[in-house]
């Protein structure tokens, strides 16, 4: 059965005087039954004030307790998984597949931060005996407020990466879910308040927030007792939580991921030999219709002689493609209006749409777009714009120009390596993940993995939202000046108790001291 109030650090707090909101499937635009509470401002501030209290708790939990409560959080996952992946796809009208498949990278990636809390070296344990007796490690900053993802239900939402990171660390969480699949994040909430209970943890540690409102993100952002934020979605909605944190007597770190072109760059031999190019690209501008962060929004191939027939093969494959709805029709709305102002633009040599779907893909040469380069903006759904550059140089004139990408892809022939070093070199400045085969759609959830890029695209490039390392976002380091064992903590103590690899005078160790 789902939850339809709120959880307030540990209770389903029923309002009947609340402002009532409810879900749509987008597939058949119908209005689902189950009826959800607005969070009001009394819960919002009961949920930090309770988070903040049991905050010094939590913090000092064992790596042990946290890996039991993980592990848990699975568990109770699993035995509703029936009930996650029926809502899942009335709510966002995704497809059978991709529900299974974003359940279990949802417990993938638990098992991945499982897995971290056992090895333990990532609270970085760094020692120093010579002259004063220094100590060093990674401690959690406090309570964290995470913001649903529309276009993940399940992997960027209520036991996201986001929330798992952030539990992983010793930082309580307050979730505002995304309104539209409001239904599946109660019953993952829930599943997340059982595995507190069942692990012996304090409930306050987690709540979950419900509501259409800006205002309940805005209370969220700006309580004086919130340490950090976590974000997955549009420019504008990242951009505003990150200006509310700067406006704070005491700033907060916001770390949102945000827009993406995901550039494709295509060498003029790559262009020629690679018959698969068509098929592959076409595929990844329309996985997910077009809603993953990392669909190519823009395809630039270098044809000096104008003779490739890409962007028209690229169509071919398109235009029979049969997609779901897009998840909200919000989104869908925003999408069209985006597509009619390119298809206003005389600068734009061709934009073609299916006529199976909303995937579309446009044309212009890479003279134009330098010229307009707010063409470059993201068109949130399955659009690509290709761009025809001339040569090599004017290829590298875009990517200098370009903005912060979470990826780019550069595909070229071995033999072209040495040319293709300018543009390589521009890339690296402006992306967090550059790729030299297949196309940037598909998130490996590992230690490796970084999911972030320079501004826009997210509040600070150095971090990314995706694998272990996310972990980082949530903890900052504090040293110990010649401090007594006993009041030391566990990971710094003489005798190693944690069997943890340390940095001891500068070499890497479990040695005990």
Not at 19 to 25: D, I, L, R, Y
Not at 350 to 372: F, H, P, R, T
Not at 377 to 399: D, I, N, R
Request: hydrophobic share 40%; glycine share 8%; net charge negative.
């Amino acid at each position: 059965m789902i939850k339809t109030q709120n959880l307030v650090a540990g209770i389903w707090q029923n309002n009947p005087q609340a402002t009532p909101f409810q879900t749509v499937n987008p597939k058949t635009d119908e209005t689902l039954n189950t009826v959800f509470q607005e969070a009001t401002n009394a819960q919002v501030e009961e949920s930090v004030n309770k988070a903040a209290a049991i905050f010094d708790l939590y913090a000092e939990t064992t790596l042990e307790q946290r890996t039991q409560f993980l592990q848990a959080i699975q568990k109770e996952l699993k035995a509703i998984r029936p009930e996650i992946l029926q809502t899942y796809k009335e709510e966002s009208a995704l497809p059978e597949g991709r529900a299974q498949g974003e359940f279990d990278r949802t417990l993938g990636q638990i098992q991945r931060f499982v897995e971290l809390l056992q090895e333990g070296s990532f609270v970085q344990a760094t020692i120093h005996t010579a002259g004063p007796d220094l100590r060093k490690m990674l401690h959690p900053i406090g309570p964290i407020g995470v913001f649903g993802a529309s276009n993940f239900p399940l992997a960027f939402s209520t036991a996201g990466g986001d929330t798992i990171s952030a539990l992983a660390s010793g930082c309580p969480v307050i979730v505002k879910a995304h309104p539209y699949h409001a239904g599946t994040s109660a019953l993952v909430a829930e599943a997340i308040h059982n595995a507190l209970l069942l692990s012996g943890l304090p409930p306050d540690v987690f709540s979950h927030l419900g509501g259409t409102s800006h205002e309940i993100g805005k209370q969220l952002v700006t309580h004086p007792l919130l340490k950090g934020v976590g974000f997955t979605g549009s420019f504008a909605g990242g951009k505003a939580l990150y200006d509310l944190a700067q406006t704070r007597e005491e700033p907060i770190p916001v770390f949102a991921e945000m827009g993406s072109v995901n550039p494709i760059f295509i060498s003029e031999k790559r262009l020629i030999k690679d018959k698969s190019l068509p098929e592959t690209l076409a595929q990844s501008i329309a996985l997910g219709t077009g809603q993953f962060c990392t669909n190519p929004g823009l395809i630039l191939f270098c044809d000096p002689q104008g003779k490739s027939d890409l962007f028209t093969r690229v169509s071919a494959h398109i235009n029979p493609m049969e997609l779901p709805p897009m998840v909200h029709s919000n989104i869908q709305k925003n999408y069209q209006v985006q597509l009619e102002e390119l298809r206003q633009n005389k600068a734009l040599q061709n934009l073609l749409k299916s006529e199976s779907s909303d995937a579309a893909v446009g044309l212009i040469s890479g003279k134009d777009l330098l010229i307009q380069m707010h063409l470059t903006e993201e068109v949130f759904g399955p659009f690509s714009l290709f761009v025809h550059c001339h040569s090599l140089e004017e290829m590298t004139a875009v990517a200098e120009k370009l903005s912060g990408q979470l990826t780019a892809t550069l595909l070229a022939e071995e033999e072209e390596y040495p040319k293709i070093k300018s543009v390589l070199q521009k890339l690296k400045n402006k992306v967090g993940r550059l790729l030299f085969e297949g196309v940037p759609t598909g998130v490996a959830v590992t230690q490796a993995m970084q999911h972030g890029g320079p501004y826009p695209t997210s509040t600070d490039g150095r971090y990314t939202s995706v694998g272990t390392d996310a972990i980082y976002r949530w903890l900052r380091p504090v040293a110990f000046q010649d401090c007594p064992n006993g009041l030391l903590p566990l990971a710094l103590q003489n005798e190693n108790p944690l069997s943890l690899l340390r940095n001891l005078n500068g070499k890497s160790t479990k040695e005990v001291i």
